[in-house]
């Protein structure tokens, strides 16, 4: 149901990640407009990004990011062959990742 | 009983060890999360988000962030937002839409690995002003911008 995507862009010493993750990332307060029912929340509250293991980046967030999230992030210091790691956690105990090691700029 | 300072040590030895374990033993990639501040996100007035964000700390307007943002958002359940800083030892960057029942969207927690720079879409309820607050050397940095909503991002 749920799918982690991302891209590593190395640019001028400095690389790109750009995420987009397949989520509904309901608020809770939106109903079903056939029953009218309350959709219950659904939405990611954690996300971190981590260099070969250790955590450089991590977010919080709510139901007012969009769905189907897309972030982008600029990250320094990342050598070719790095792995870098996304993992984001959502309030009803999914999770999802992908990871992506950095290549040699062609 | 008395609680002599060798007994002290001594336990507090054992037990710090004890801990170090613990920790070593569950941080294993892909499970450290970070904490999830429920207060942050509780519905609210933006005052007070912001009040529960940074404890009333003094915010100051920089032109020293780039808020990136349309003026006119034809759809208010995609809304794309860039945030840029020349500030430095930017610690964190929180985003925030003042009318929205939520009004804190996202905070991010950056790290020497990390440009001032965050890339986002954000849903809005009406038409109001979004606002970041940039935490950089234990000062607080805000910046804003109104976005006219044209169709609402809460199935309105």
């Known amino acids: 149901m749920t799918k982690t995507k991302i891209r590593l862009n190395a640019k001028n010493g400095k690389t790109e990640l750009k995420i987009l993750i397949a989520h509904p990332m309901e608020h809770g307060r939106n109903r079903d407009p056939e029953t009218q029912e309350l959709i219950p929340a659904h939405f990611i509250k954690t996300l971190t990004v981590s260099q070969n293991g250790k955590t450089i980046l991590s977010a919080q967030m709510a139901g007012s990011i969009s769905k189907n999230p897309y972030f982008a992030f600029w990250l320094k210091g990342i050598a070719n062959g790095d792995l870098i790691r996304v993992?984001?956690?959502?309030?009803?105990?999914?999770?999802?990742?992908?990871?992506?090691r950095l290549a040699e700029p062609s | 009983m008395t609680y002599s300072r060798r007994k002290f040590l001594h336990h507090a030895t054992a037990s710090g060890c004890y801990v170090i374990a613990a920790c070593a033993g569950l941080m294993t990639p892909g499970q450290v999360f970070a904490e999830w501040a429920e207060d942050y996100f509780s519905p609210g007035k933006l005052e007070h988000t912001l009040d529960r964000l940074f404890a009333g700390a003094d915010i100051a307007d920089s032109a020293a962030i780039s808020l990136n943002l349309p003026l006119?958002?034809?759809?208010?359940?995609?809304?794309?937002?860039?945030?840029?800083?020349?500030?430095?030892?930017?610690?964190?960057?929180?985003?925030?839409?003042?009318?929205?029942?939520?009004?804190?969207?996202?905070?991010?927690?950056?790290?020497?690995?990390?440009?001032?720079?965050?890339?986002?879409?954000?849903?809005?309820?009406?038409?109001?002003?979004?606002?970041?607050?940039?935490?950089?050397?234990d000062k607080l940095y805000s910046a804003r911008q109104q976005v006219k909503v044209t169709i609402g991002g809460c199935g309105g």
């Not at chain 2, 950056?110 to 954000?122: C, D, G, I, K």
């Open chain 2, 72 to 137: 006119i958002a034809e759809d208010g359940a995609v809304v794309p937002i860039k945030v840029a800083s020349t500030l430095s030892d930017v610690e964190s960057i929180a985003i925030l839409v003042e009318k929205n029942p939520v009004p804190l969207a996202a905070i991010f927690t950056l790290s020497e690995n990390t440009e001032p720079f965050v890339s986002a879409q954000l849903k809005m309820a009406e038409t109001c002003d979004v606002i970041t607050v940039i935490k950089a050397g």
């Open chain 1, 87 to 100: 993992d984001w956690l959502d309030n009803q105990g999914l999770s999802g990742s992908a990871e992506q």
